[in-house]
């Protein structure tokens, strides 16, 4: 899964639709003595997370199953679009260096003023000031405050990125944030004011640009310098080409994988965690709380070690022997979730908010798929041969939910739009045939369908595609999760039933990161048509802002259109609560990318664990706070 940038506070939308809840099992509440947790009921979930424990909270250490094929790669609070992941931020860097905002809890996607570094944002001006004002509680761990000038110092270096790339900052789109940025002012030492040039919905800017780490502030007591053994930089303020000097070298820090953990710079942090060891060829590390931590949940846990697997097997495996203390479960393994609730672990399951998608490459000119696939009559068949019940049930065995555009059924959200509860391209061979017969192709069962009436009119292929054109493409998937592979294979196999000749090609997250994403790779802009790493997880204002609208840094395959231009502008420089649900409706039935079923993320922990329900559900969500754990002794 994909981090992808967009924000907002939950709000009541005008439909709030829900379909057939995922399968459920469930694990036996704990029972006896006055601390014992009761179990809590999650619509849409499989097993449970109970209250937590009452009585003695003691500490230890942790051991946290990373799952295969997604080693941490970035540590830098300014993440470029090739690095972009959930697993780079949410697991990792957000332990050490939190964001202004946070924006999540549990299953509930709304902010989190506790654990928020600021207070609210207050806006004026027509919704083009904005002032954040950070907490006195918060500190780095250094003993120094955190100040409008970190805040302020991480967005020059922003500015400074994407100046030399737009791919440099995950979440920049030419004529935003920070383009649309006039001036920053300080009133206080405490206190930043951005100054706009234009109106943005509140809760947009506070989720999005504010929050989900966007920006973070910096310790910028530490950080501005332009060398290791060189002075301090203390005209960055003023100074843009030294705010690109500052940039560079802290990239060049960051890409030395191997000195993370010993690297000076990474010691001073203001999350709840620092790091202490980090194995930069398996990605293994190792958190021990920072004692300065001025957050509400001061960590019992000692020591949070993420242990990686090379396979999910591997990490079945350990789950089985007992050997690790939190893990999450593969789809293949469901019918064994008795079994491990039986050696004393506890499970729960629920898919993230964001959405599952096989992305396709409107600018791999291979073949002339970048032709084809800016026809939605292709993208409609092809949205056919995706049999979505059958891979909820026999993939994911039931742990799921069929999904048809860019907001989730579950978990349980205000922004559902009503056409999106139904499927409106089933599965159905004969519709995908007739689409491409009534579009002058020649289809070929078994075969290669063949463009046989070239042009633009109707009946014809569309501007373009020569006559002769096969219907002939590459698809690269990430070989882990499992499913995956499984999805795709199908996939090509209901293709080749209508003529599509889709060559399956594997790789892993990672690489495919940071060399299948158009803007950030464009030399691999022909390398690719369609790929499958994952998907893209949602902020709680779930606008595909910084996804799919025309020029964006997280832009995968450089899908254009101006109607979700439109939408998408809609979404966030307004206050409108219907706009986001606009947006959405449109996505479904214009199809970007290739919507797929949502499965469950399921997590189990060992029952002498406990904490809020909340810290559990986070899991499903792709966020770790173990901060929030404790070990309760039974």
């Given at each position: 899964?994909?981090?992808?940038?967009?924000?907002?506070?939950?709000?009541?939308?005008?439909?709030?639709?829900?379909?057939?809840?995922?399968?459920?099992?469930?694990?036996?509440?704990?029972?006896?003595?006055?601390?014992?947790?009761?179990?809590?009921?999650?619509?849409?979930?499989?097993?449970?997370?109970?209250?937590?424990?009452?009585?003695?909270?003691?500490?230890?250490?942790?051991?946290?199953?990373?799952?295969?094929?997604?080693?941490?790669?970035?540590?830098?609070?300014?993440?470029?679009?090739?690095?972009?992941?959930?697993?780079?931020?949410?697991?990792?860097?957000?332990?050490?260096?939190?964001?202004?905002?946070?924006?999540?809890?549990?299953?509930?996607?709304?902010?989190?003023?506790?654990?928020?570094?600021?207070?609210?944002?207050?806006?004026?001006?027509?919704?083009?000031?904005?002032?954040?004002?950070?907490?006195?509680?918060?500190?780095?761990?250094?003993?120094?405050?955190?100040?409008?000038?970190?805040?302020?110092?991480?967005?020059?270096?922003?500015?400074?990125?994407?100046?030399?790339?737009?791919?440099?900052?995950?979440?920049?789109?030419?004529?935003?944030?920070?383009?649309?940025?006039?001036?920053?002012?300080?009133?206080?030492?405490?206190?930043?004011?951005?100054?706009?040039?234009?109106?943005?919905?509140?809760?947009?800017?506070?989720?999005?640009?504010?929050?989900?780490?966007?920006?973070?502030?910096?310790?910028?007591?530490?950080?501005?310098?332009?060398?290791?053994?060189?002075?301090?930089?203390?005209?960055?303020?003023?100074?843009?080409?030294?705010?690109?000097?500052?940039?560079?070298?802290?990239?060049?820090?960051?890409?030395?994988?191997?000195?993370?953990?010993?690297?000076?710079?990474?010691?001073?942090?203001?999350?709840?965690?620092?790091?202490?060891?980090?194995?930069?060829?398996?990605?293994?590390?190792?958190?021990?709380?920072?004692?300065?931590?001025?957050?509400?949940?001061?960590?019992?846990?000692?020591?949070?070690?993420?242990v990686p697997f090379t396979s999910e097997t591997a990490e079945f495996t350990a789950l089985l022997a007992q050997s690790v203390d939190v893990a999450q479960v593969p789809l293949t393994d469901v019918p064994e979730l008795k079994r491990v609730a039986g050696l004393g672990y506890r499970y729960f399951g629920e898919p993230d908010f964001g959405f599952e998608a096989a992305f396709y490459n409107f600018q791999d000119k291979t073949g002339d798929f970048d032709?084809?696939?800016?026809?939605?009559?292709?993208?409609?068949?092809?949205?056919?041969?995706?049999?979505?019940?059958?891979?909820?049930?026999?993939?994911?065995?039931?742990?799921?939910?069929?999904?048809?555009?860019?907001?989730?059924?579950?978990?349980?959200?205000?922004?559902?739009?009503?056409?999106?509860?139904?499927?409106?391209?089933?599965?159905?061979?004969?519709?995908?045939?007739?689409?491409?017969?009534?579009?002058?192709?020649?289809?070929?069962?078994?075969?290669?369908?063949?463009?046989?009436?070239?042009?633009?009119?109707?009946?014809?292929?569309g501007a373009g595609i020569p006559a002769g054109t096969k219907l002939a493409f590459n698809l690269i998937f990430a070989s882990a999760p499992g499913f995956i592979s499984e999805q795709m294979t199908d996939l090509v196999s209901q293709a080749s039933q209508v003529g599509i000749h889709i060559t399956l090609q594997s790789s892993n997250f990672d690489y495919m990161l940071s060399n299948y994403v158009d803007p950030s790779a464009p030399d691999n802009e022909?390398?690719?048509?369609?790929?499958?790493?994952?998907?893209?997880?949602?902020?709680?204002?779930?606008?595909?802002?910084?996804?799919?609208?025309?020029?964006?840094?997280?832009?995968?395959?450089?899908?254009?259109?101006?109607?979700?231009?439109?939408?998408?502008?809609?979404?966030?420089?307004?206050?409108?609560?219907?706009?986001?649900?606009?947006?959405?409706?449109?996505?479904?039935?214009?199809?970007?990318?290739?919507?797929?079923?949502?499965?469950?993320?399921?997590?189990?922990?060992?029952?002498?664990?406990?904490?809020?329900?909340?810290?559990?559900?986070?899991?499903?969500?792709?966020?770790?706070?173990?901060?929030?754990?404790?070990?309760?002794?039974?």
């Amino acid at each position: 899964m994909r981090k992808r940038i967009a924000g907002g506070i939950a709000l009541a939308a005008a439909s709030i639709t829900v379909l057939a809840a995922c399968s459920s099992s469930s694990v036996p509440p704990t029972t006896g003595g006055s601390g014992a947790a009761a179990a809590v009921i999650v619509p849409g979930a499989i097993g449970q997370v109970y209250t937590a424990a009452k009585g003695p909270e003691t500490g230890g250490t942790i051991t946290w199953a990373e799952q295969p094929g997604y080693a941490p790669t970035w540590l830098l609070p300014v993440t470029a679009a090739g690095y972009n992941s959930v697993f780079n931020l949410y697991t990792f860097e957000w332990e050490m260096y939190r964001p202004t905002y946070w924006t999540n809890n549990g299953l509930s996607n709304v902010l989190n003023p506790e654990m928020s570094l600021a207070n609210p944002a207050q806006f004026s001006d027509g919704d083009r000031t904005v002032s954040i004002t950070f907490k006195s509680t918060y500190r780095w761990s250094d003993g120094t405050p955190i100040t409008a000038d970190d805040l302020m110092f991480d967005i020059d270096l922003i500015k400074a990125a994407v100046t030399a790339s737009p791919a440099d900052w995950s979440g920049y789109t030419p004529g935003n944030f920070p383009s649309d940025l006039a001036r920053m002012s300080e009133p206080n030492a405490r206190t930043l004011v951005l100054h706009l040039t234009k109106a943005v919905n509140p809760l947009f800017f506070t989720e999005d640009i504010l929050g989900q780490g966007p920006t973070n502030p910096l310790p910028v007591q530490t950080w501005a310098r332009d060398s290791v053994n060189g002075p301090a930089v203390t005209d960055w303020k003023t100074n843009p080409a030294d705010d690109l000097k500052i940039y560079n070298f802290l990239i060049a820090q960051n890409k030395s994988l191997s000195t993370y953990a010993t690297n000076p710079l990474w010691k001073v942090v203001d999350g709840p965690y620092k790091l202490t060891a980090f194995n930069s060829t398996t990605g293994g590390y190792t958190l021990t709380p920072n004692p300065s931590y001025g957050g509400p949940h001061a960590p019992n846990v000692s020591t949070f070690q993420a242990v990686p697997f090379t396979s999910e097997t591997a990490e079945f495996t350990a789950l089985l022997a007992q050997s690790v203390d939190v893990a999450q479960v593969p789809l293949t393994d469901v019918p064994e979730l008795k079994r491990v609730a039986g050696l004393g672990y506890r499970y729960f399951g629920e898919p993230d908010f964001g959405f599952e998608a096989a992305f396709y490459n409107f600018q791999d000119k291979t073949g002339d798929f970048d032709n084809i696939v800016d026809k939605l009559y292709f993208r409609q068949a092809m949205q056919h041969l995706e049999d979505q019940d059958l891979w909820v049930r026999k993939l994911f065995y039931g742990a799921g939910s069929e999904a048809y555009g860019p907001i989730p059924v579950f978990p349980e959200n205000g922004f559902l739009p009503s056409d999106a509860a139904s499927n409106p391209y089933p599965f159905s061979l004969s519709a995908a045939t007739t689409l491409l017969k009534d579009n002058g192709w020649t289809v070929s069962q078994g075969g290669t369908d063949v463009c046989s009436s070239p042009g633009a009119g109707a009946g014809d292929c569309g501007a373009g595609i020569p006559a002769g054109t096969k219907l002939a493409f590459n698809l690269i998937f990430a070989s882990a999760p499992g499913f995956i592979s499984e999805q795709m294979t199908d996939l090509v196999s209901q293709a080749s039933q209508v003529g599509i000749h889709i060559t399956l090609q594997s790789s892993n997250f990672d690489y495919m990161l940071s060399n299948y994403v158009d803007p950030s790779a464009p030399d691999n802009e022909d390398k690719w048509a369609m790929e499958d790493f994952g998907g893209e997880g949602d902020s709680p204002y779930p606008t595909t802002f910084g996804v799919f609208n025309t020029g964006a840094g997280g832009q995968i395959g450089d899908y254009n259109d101006p109607v979700a231009n439109q939408r998408i502008n809609a979404s966030i420089s307004s206050g409108d609560p219907l706009a986001v649900g606009n947006e959405a409706s449109y996505l479904t039935d214009e199809l970007p990318v290739m919507w797929q079923p949502d499965q469950d993320l399921i997590w189990a922990w060992k029952s002498n664990i406990s904490g809020s329900p909340e810290s559990f559900e986070n899991l499903t969500q792709y966020y770790a706070t173990p901060e929030m754990w404790y070990f309760t002794g039974s």
